[in-house]
């Protein structure tokens, strides 16, 4: 079982990645489970969607990489 989180979106906003990982873990803690997150944007865009983010966090953990796929 995994939980969803549906984000819609008008433009990037660069500070896409940080806030899913943050929504990402809360969900995770309050339901238990783990958490795929969907953007669906709905303006078309001029430039090619990032495949990849990568987010090192200013603490010990790991950072997190964010996987893009444009559908």
Do not use: C, W
Not at 13 to 38: D, H
């Amino acid at each position: 079982m995994m939980g969803r989180n549906i984000e819609f979106q008008t433009e990037h906003q660069t500070e896409l990645p940080r806030r899913t990982f943050i929504t990402s873990a809360e969900l995770t803690n309050q339901f238990k489970l783990p958490v795929l997150t969907v953007f669906l944007y709905l303006r078309p865009r001029e430039k090619e969607i990032p495949h990849k983010y990568d987010d090192e966090l200013p603490t010990p953990t790991r950072g997190q990489t964010l996987q893009l796929v444009a559908v």
